[in-house]
């Protein structure tokens, strides 16, 4: 019996779950018509906050993690393709594996994580039952704000990580960076580039939707700041590498 009842319970949370998020997401669509046709206004002060705390304070940690992992990435490809005699080939690998695949996951990871703490800080419990205001007053603006932070610490990071990969073969690996400096530009082409930024935004807004959703969740059903601090992060690093494998399957 036991069994039975936990099962019904979870399925009956599920169905909760699945019928608030759907609210949530026609809510947030209301909410925002309201704020484009100039029918409400958002809190361009937590948009600013947002940006600070997911996005400058988290710059400069961001290019020591990029820089080091950078390197370690190209050491250990070089010494694999070195085996097959394909060492010459390392650089151009490691820059498109980074730029395309590599940069816009991390930025999503690393905003996911960082969002889910700014939670704890949010004074979200005192507008129970009040979604309106909620929605207004910080999803909305967490949304617009990790889409500006995403664009702004993308070009940290990839500078970082170019930077960092140079180093390592030019002075790590002694070797030669004359013909890759020479053809970085034709390599990085602005396809490339602008598919890159392409998937940091869908990450940043799977991270933003998620982010939004338990916000709502915890305004509307009063769960607890640490059970959403966790959902958050284990749901969205869940989606983020489920729609990042989906795009490499596609070939995207």
């Not at 992992?69 to 070195?82: D, E, K, P, Q, R």
């Amino acid at each position: 019996m036991y069994v039975f009842r936990r099962t019904g319970f979870n399925v009956i949370k599920f169905i909760a779950s699945v019928t608030l998020f759907f609210h949530f997401i026609g809510h947030l669509w209301h909410c925002m018509q309201d704020f484009l046709w100039g029918r409400s206004v958002i809190s361009w002060e937590r948009i600013i906050k947002t940006i600070y705390r997911s996005g400058a304070k988290l710059a400069i940690p961001l290019l020591f993690i990029s820089a080091l992992m950078g390197m370690s990435i190209a050491t250990n490809l070089h010494h694999i393709l070195n085996k097959y005699h394909l060492q010459h080939k390392a650089l151009l690998i490691v820059q498109n594996l980074l730029t395309r695949d590599f940069v816009p996951l991390l930025i999503g990871y690393v905003l996911c994580v960082q969002s889910s703490l700014n939670l704890i800080t949010a004074r979200v419990t005192k507008l129970h039952r009040v979604p309106q205001e909620v929605l207004l007053d910080y999803i909305l603006p967490i949304i617009i704000g990790i889409n500006i932070t995403a664009l702004l610490l993308y070009t940290y990071t990839v500078a970082a990580f170019i930077f960092s990969v140079y180093l390592t073969f030019h002075f790590v690996l002694g070797i030669s960076t004359h013909e890759y400096l020479l053809h970085l530009a034709g390599s990085i082409t602005f396809v490339e580039i602008f598919i890159s930024i392409l998937k940091t935004s869908v990450y940043c807004t799977i991270v933003s939707l998620i982010v939004g959703y338990y916000y709502y969740d915890v305004a509307v059903r009063n769960i607890s700041v640490r059970q959403a601090v966790s959902r958050i992060i284990t749901r969205g690093l869940l989606w983020l590498t489920a729609f990042s494998l989906y795009l490499n399957i596609s070939n995207f």
